[in-house]
């Protein structure tokens, strides 16, 4: 965030001109301010600050393509057109998520003078109704699998079964989870509990399973995390000089598209062909525990959700009944 603060002694706009889209630029120093102040004051996510850049910079782009002049300059027509070609490019989740970071910023430049009228409030998004999750999820074997093909005499691999252990059984965001602090594996009422600080601030504590129980031991104790609390609790893999730290780990988080590589070889290695993600675990935590007499709404409490709806997404049950059924068509 820092790299959107102008240096000392240096114009706005010259330190902007390269990064900003010229539609911006055209519109004024005040513009050019409001836009960067959009991104710096009014997101403090920084996964949704950076999916928010992506999403202004295409549109901009757009725009610019089509001979628009200036941010202040954009109308409705502009913003349902690309809208209308997103939804026919991309899936319809995808368009609405664009729609919504583009009504967003302009909420913010109409807030600040920069634009008489929002351009994108009065644009209607693709309609879009789910009752079903997309995110692929593993039978419960498969993920017993994956965790035990895990080689755990390094760190590397007590670390991966950790992180991958903890998705699963506390249901855990991989962005909570690589956000956690050694301090925050602890212990309480004789268990070993996590907290997890996730979107908007919320922090979840929850005690682990006896399984992830053991996997955090022996991360932690295997890799002699415990003396440094306040460090990174999941950390990228050191090569050189920065190998010779804590076991081979080095004090950096690991970032989340290195998580995400990660979990794609390991489950090419134990032979997985489901193309899995970081959220796979989440679903299959959550689709193991509702098929083993678990509770919907205990599951959005452990699960963190605000509302049983959301829940329901990550509920794959009725996968397995209609793999049985189509067995029935026997010719």
């Not at 682990?208 to 999941?234: N, T, V």
Request: charged fraction near 20%; aromatic fraction near 6%.
């Amino acid at each position: 965030m820092t790299a959107l603060i102008p240096k000392p002694g240096a114009s706005l706009a010259s330190k902007t001109t390269t990064a900003l889209s010229p539609l911006v630029v055209a519109a004024g120093a005040r513009a050019e301010l409001r836009f960067l102040e959009f991104f710096a004051a009014s997101i403090r996510n920084a996964h949704t600050r950076r999916a928010y850049a992506g999403t202004v910079a295409e549109f901009l782009a757009w725009c610019e393509g089509r001979g628009v002049a200036s941010i202040a300059a954009v109308q409705p027509l502009h913003v349902a057109a690309y809208i209308e070609g997103l939804t026919r490019a991309r899936a319809a989740p995808t368009a609405k998520l664009r729609l919504a970071a583009i009504r967003r910023l302009f909420d913010w430049l109409v807030i600040g003078q920069i634009v008489a009228a929002n351009p994108a409030s009065s644009v209607r998004g693709p309609a879009h109704s789910v009752k079903r999750g997309k995110t692929p999820v593993l039978a419960p074997e498969e993920a017993r699998a994956l965790l035990d093909s895990i080689n755990v005499t390094t760190p590397g691999g007590l670390r991966d079964r950790a992180l991958i252990g903890l998705m699963v059984f506390s249901f855990a965001r991989i962005g909570a989870a690589l956000s956690m602090k050694v301090e925050d594996v602890y212990v309480q009422q004789r268990r070993l509990w996590v907290r997890l600080h996730e979107k908007g601030g919320k922090v979840h504590e929850m005690p682990c399973h006896h399984s992830l129980e053991d996997y955090l031991h022996a991360y932690i104790d295997g890799c002699g995390l415990a003396g440094d609390p306040k460090g990174a609790l999941f950390r990228s893999i050191g090569r050189g000089r920065a190998a010779r730290g804590r076991q081979g780990l080095t004090a950096t988080p690991l970032p989340q598209a290195n998580a995400y590589a990660m979990i794609r070889r390991r489950a090419d290695a134990a032979g997985i062909k489901t193309k899995i993600g970081n959220h796979t675990f989440r679903a299959t935590g959550i689709t193991a525990y509702l098929k083993n007499g678990g509770q919907l709404e205990t599951a959005a409490a452990m699960a963190n959700h605000s509302s049983t709806r959301t829940t329901q997404l990550y509920d794959r049950r009725a996968d397995q009944v209609s793999l049985d059924e189509i067995e029935r068509v026997r010719i």
